[in-house]
């Protein structure tokens, strides 16, 4: 993943096994916060492709922010 030409902020992290589920390729997750707001980066291989899901969650604990820091990509909003 080093050689992407791309400057990376965050750390790579472990692979992302534990929702391989919601991938069709490789994914990484590193954690960089945890309590009630974590944040986590999250870095996709070339060809990843994210399949669609809920984030679910009481008090806006399904709430998610996507920032994308270095690359990119496609995204699709619920309805469109």
Not at 32 to 61: K, M, Q, Y
Request: glycine share 16%; aromatic share 12%.
């Amino acid at each position: 993943m080093s050689d992407n030409g791309f400057d990376q902020i965050f750390p790579l992290g472990e692979k992302n096994d534990a929702y391989g589920q919601y991938f069709i390729g490789q994914s990484y997750l590193a954690p960089l916060t945890d309590g009630d707001a974590p944040v986590s980066n999250v870095t996709f291989e070339p060809g990843c492709r994210n399949n669609w899901h809920i984030h679910r969650g009481t008090e806006g604990g399904g709430d998610q922010i996507l920032m994308c820091t270095a690359g990119s990509g496609w995204y699709q909003a619920e309805g469109e």
